[in-house]
């Protein structure tokens, strides 16, 4: 069986579901829970749990929530390369969920912002080794060189890797030719609706999906409720409906969906089977809260 690397951000999720309302300037009535959060963290939580060879790679402050985030990893069978950052704190996600399941982000990505090729082991990549980038780290002044740093080992070295778009607002931020610039390289983009559409210029996840593939071998477009794309440069575009549930958080669907679909893919499945893999897997997230495989 194959490795994975895992390279991204390790977070804790501060998850607050609206009852009803905001009201801006009092109170409005909240459920309140935190979970290990990140989006590298959890596609390697979710890889780690379908019983795949995995190795995180991570930045994390000296708090104790840091240390609790670590150990949830090792609870999952990953092999944890997470740094201890002596003067950042282990980055907090606070997400407010409404009552429909849509949520708004707060992200303050901590130790995170720092993530250095030093952090990177550079011996672990070869053999048959897939890597994962997650997008976030890339966004960062500070962490954009170590996450960089693994892509490259990639590249230089002949094995597969893909990289999470992560966040349409962050790319805008960023921009669009910059991001590409930076992943060039990649076996595989993947990307939701909204980020696809600003990367391609195309509103259409087909249309996206295959404009993209000028830059990429392959490209995944996830397009919620309504599943997702697969397209294979020179070839014709393949689509997964979704399950239907009812959505409760959709916080880190996108993460499971990404590890289901790539055991899936590098254990030799077709593009369909392995969009259906991610699917059927993102479903079990969309129903409770939290990112993260439950216990």
Not at 16 to 23: D, E, K
Not at 63 to 92: C, F, H, K, N
Not at 135 to 140: A, D, E, L, M, S
Not at 155 to 161: A, F, I, K, Q, Y
Request: with cysteine.
């Amino acid at each position: 069986m194959g490795r994975f690397i895992v390279v991204g951000d390790l977070m804790t999720d501060v998850v607050a579901r609206v009852m009803g309302p905001i009201t801006l300037g009092t109170d409005t009535p909240t459920k309140v829970d935190s979970y290990g959060g990140g989006s590298g963290a959890n596609v390697a939580a979710w890889l780690g749990r379908q019983g795949e060879d995995v190795v995180y790679v991570g930045r994390r402050g000296p708090d104790v929530v840091g240390r609790t985030r670590e150990m949830e990893l090792l609870g999952y069978g990953i092999d944890s390369r997470v740094i201890m950052d002596q003067t950042r704190p282990t980055g907090t996600c606070v997400v407010l969920v409404s009552p429909t399941g849509e949520r708004s982000v707060f992200p303050d990505p901590g130790a995170n912002a720092a993530l250095s090729p030093e952090d990177v082991p550079a011996h672990l990549f070869g053999g048959d080794v897939h890597v994962h980038v997650s997008g976030y780290p890339i966004f960062h002044d500070g962490g954009r060189d170590g996450a960089l740093t693994a892509l490259r080992y990639a590249v230089e070295r002949g094995l597969s890797c893909s990289v999470d778009a992560a966040s349409a607002t962050l790319l805008e931020r960023l921009g669009g030719d910059a991001f590409l610039s930076y992943v060039s390289g990649a076996t595989l983009l993947l990307a939701n609706k909204e980020e696809s559409r600003f990367l391609s210029g195309e509103h259409d996840p087909f249309g996206a999906a295959r404009a993209l593939t000028k830059y990429f071998q392959h490209v995944v477009v996830k397009d919620g409720a309504h599943g997702a794309v697969w397209c294979t440069a020179g070839e014709n575009p393949v689509h997964v409906d979704a399950p239907r549930v009812k959505v409760v958080d959709l916080t880190g669907a996108g993460d499971a969906f990404c590890a289901g679909m790539l055991a899936r893919w590098r254990a030799g499945a077709r593009p369909a089977e392995a969009l259906a893999a991610g699917c059927q897997l993102a479903a079990q997230v969309l129903v409770r809260t939290g990112a993260r495989p439950a216990d």
